[in-house]
T-cell receptor, first 115, second 113 residues
Framework: DAMVIQNPRYQVTQFGKPVTLSCSQT?????MYWYQQKSSQAPKLLFH???????NEADTPDNFQSRRPNTSFCFLDIRSPGLGDAAMYLC??????????????FGPGTRLTVL | DQQVKQNSPSLSVQEGRISILNCDYT??????FLWYKKYPAEGPTFLIS?????DKNEDGRFTVFLNKSAKHLSLHIVPSQPGDSAVYFC????????????FGQGTRLTINP
């Protein structure tokens, strides 16, 4: 009964080689978020989708892109990964209707290693 | 510039005692605060929240206290149980809008039998 699924759980890529991380949800939530968490640091919001509207954080590097082809799926594309992009990437969802509007549901994360 | 800080990277508490986790924030415009709990190999899970119109919110063994003048919040767990051993993240946001969470670095809580 997994609700927010992230694939793969571990991803290894080479310096400069594009990589895509995937997030899917069975909750039918309209808001989806991507966070980056580097070792021993706080998770940091990269961007979010409010329905189909994409909202980028001001300090998110251009190297990071996202796609949301439908309600259930959201992708994080890193065009040219650098060593500094090695991190845990967390996907989260939230609904803006109903009773649980204050809760973001997180996936287990994808740990990205850049060689 | 870290807007949400958890100054204790780790905390060790004996089973049955009270655990107190602390969090400070700098942005006085934040009006909604949350605690998340994270086990290894899992994503953070929502624990408890508080809006700035309150100074206390309780849910079973968990109580969050908010001191707006000090820009400080704390999470009390009583009594502490071994299953409470996890990393706890404090987060701040605005009650209106997209709920863009600003997290602290986390505190690793270990409950000793």
């Amino acid at each position: 009964d997994a609700m927010v699924i992230q694939n793969p759980r571990y991803q290894v890529t080479q310096f400069g080689k594009p990589v895509t991380l995937s997030c899917s949800q069975t909750l039918n939530h309209n808001v989806m978020y991507w966070y980056q968490q580097k070792s021993s640091q706080a998770p940091k919001l990269l961007f979010h989708y409010y329905d189909k509207d994409f909202n980028n954080e001001a300090d998110t590097p251009d190297n990071f892109q996202s796609r949301r082809p439908n309600t259930s799926f959201c992708f994080l594309d890193i065009r040219s990964p650098g060593l500094g992009d090695a991190a845990m990437y967390l996907c989260a969802t939230r609904t803006t209707s109903g009773r649980s509007t204050d809760t973001q549901y997180f996936g287990p994360g994808t740990r990205l290693t850049v060689l | 510039d870290q807007q949400v800080k958890q100054n204790s990277p780790s905390l060790s508490v004996q089973e049955g005692r009270i655990s107190i986790l602390n969090c400070d924030y700098t942005n006085s415009m934040f009006d909604y605060f949350l605690w998340y709990k994270k086990y290894p190999a899992e994503g953070p899970t929502f624990l408890i929240s508080i809006s700035s119109i309150k100074d206390k919110n309780e849910d079973g063994r968990f109580t969050v206290f908010l001191n707006k003048s000090a820009k400080h919040l704390s999470l009390h767990i009583v009594p502490s149980q071994p299953g409470d051993s996890a990393v706890y993240f404090c987060a701040a946001s605005y009650i209106q809008g997209a709920q863009k969470l600003v997290f602290g670095q986390g505190t690793r809580l270990t409950i000793n039998p």
